[in-house]
């Protein structure tokens, strides 16, 4: 075989090793940005949570048509950011499965999974907080998009009020 052609397949394999390790490298390093970015976003849009956010169920009876009844909800309002397959079962309580699982951001900034189980005679849920980079692992740009996406209603929501409260002066006026 010919020492030249030998010598340039392995520093082509050399390179696709550099490049690789290069690759990963770049990879985490913007996967740690990303999880500032999203803590950026979160502290921005926090302050207007309590005026776009659900109140989340926290846990609840239900009646054997599966109406629920003695609602209690968390006390900060929140807005869902996010769902994915849910665990097998709660970290509070093991003996408990996982139906839904949702990220929300709520009104104090913070990132929580919110976990909830549901039998026939009770729904109940576990809110585990999350740093921004956990979430960011977890849910990926989707937290980015939906963020945005909040922020963007609001500000649409908020210059129809102003457009819709324009007029009423100017019937006013006349």
């Known amino acids: 075989m010919d020492p030249i052609i030998e010598e ?3 520093r082509l394999l050399e390179t696709i090793e550099d490049l690789q390790a290069k690759k990963e490298e770049i990879a985490t390093e913007l996967r740690e940005g990303a999880g500032a970015l999203v803590a950026r976003m979160a502290a921005d849009t926090a302050p207007i ?3 776009i956010g ?4 926290w846990r609840a009876k239900r009646e054997a048509s599966g109406e629920l009844y003695e609602q209690v909800f968390y006390e900060k309002k929140m807005i869902v950011l996010g769902k994915s397959d849910p665990l097998p079962y709660r970290p509070d309580d093991p003996s408990k499965p996982v139906d839904t699982q949702l990220c929300v ?3 104090d900034g913070n990132f929580y999974e919110v976990m909830y189980t549901t039998t026939e005679i009770r729904v109940d ?3 585990s907080p999350l740093t921004p980079e956990e979430a960011f692992d977890i849910y990926g740009y989707d ?3 939906m963020l945005y996406r909040a922020m963007y209603e609001y500000a649409e929501q908020e210059e129809e009020l102003t457009a819709a409260l324009a007029r009423a002066l100017e019937y006013i006026a006349l």
Do not use: D, K
């Open 8 to 10: 340039g397949y392995t």
């Open 49 to 51: 949570i309590n005026r």
């Open 54 to 57: 659900l109140e989340m169920l």
């Open 105 to 107: 951001l709520s009104e």
């Open 125 to 127: 849920s576990y809110a």
């Open 143 to 145: 937290l980015v998009f």
